[in-house]
T-cell receptor, first 110, second 116 residues
Framework: GQNIDQPTEMTATEGAIVQINCTYQ??????LFWYQQHAGEAPTFLSY????GLEEKGRFSSFLSRSKGYSYLLLKELQMKDSASYLC???????????FGSGTRLLVRP | EPEVTQTPSHQVTQMGQEVILRCVPI?????FYWYRQILGQKVEFLVS????????KSEIFDDQFSVERPDGSNFTLKIRSTKLEDSAMYFC??????????????FGPGTRLTVT
């Protein structure tokens, strides 16, 4: 199995920092990906980790610890437009197919 | 900026009918995928396609489903005899991993399929 767990909902304030956690139980994967999805729209790529450690891309950073089965997405300087669902996904097998978690719905308040 | 396109944006069909969902992946990409998302649920992998053949498929992708790359640009998903539970948003995605150092998949805007 490849259970991927994320909190269902989170709320944060504009300008703040929020950390969205993702834990997983799986026998193996190539990389861990984070996507953003606004309601009714397609997922858009944010970040990925192949190796343990922190990857930074502007306001977004992602961290992976394979030994702990844990990843997080860090969003800094939150903006109202960051209100969306954030999807954790494992890239698996030779085609890097994505296995998604259920997503975390983030609400940014003024 | 190149993007994945999908047509139609919304398809309504009656149970038992065949539907074909169309996608135009990004032109230099080599891997193509179909995913679906039932309303309120998570995105689910259906099938991946590389070098003109299916490389992987999920349990959802049964004999009712097929994919094809009929020419150099289009990538289609056919559902032969639709069921009510096939109602979902269907996303096409493409990736150039294998020729590039990135692994990200680019998603199209989706086709909302409604089976009545």
């Amino acid at each position: 199995g490849q259970n991927i767990d994320q909190p269902t909902e989170m709320t944060a304030t504009e300008g703040a920092i929020v950390q969205i956690n993702c834990t997983y139980q799986t026998s193996g994967f190539n990389g861990l990906f984070w996507y953003q999805q606004h309601a009714g729209e397609a997922p858009t790529f944010l970040s990925y980790n192949v190796l343990d450690g922190l990857e930074e891309k502007g306001r977004f950073s992602s961290f992976l610890s394979r030994s702990k089965g844990y990843s997080y997405l860090l969003l800094k300087e939150l903006q109202m437009k960051d209100s969306a669902s954030y999807l954790c996904a494992l890239g698996r097998d030779s085609s890097y197919k994505l296995i998604f978690g259920s997503g975390t719905r983030l609400l940014v308040r003024p | 900026e190149p993007e994945v396109t999908q047509t139609p944006s919304h398809q309504v069909t009656q149970m038992g009918q065949e539907v074909i969902l169309r996608c135009v992946p990004i032109s230099n990409h080599l891997y193509f995928y179909w995913y679906r998302q039932i309303l309120g649920q998570k995105v689910e992998f259906l099938v991946s396609f590389y070098n003109n053949e299916i490389s992987e498929k999920s349990e959802i992708f049964d004999d009712q489903f097929s994919v094809e790359r009929p020419d150099g640009s289009n990538f289609t998903l056919k559902i032969r005899s639709t069921k009510l539970e096939d109602s979902a948003m269907y996303f096409c995605a493409s990736s150039d991993f294998g020729t590039a150092t990135t692994y990200e998949q680019y998603f199209g805007p989706g086709t909302r399929l409604t089976v009545t």
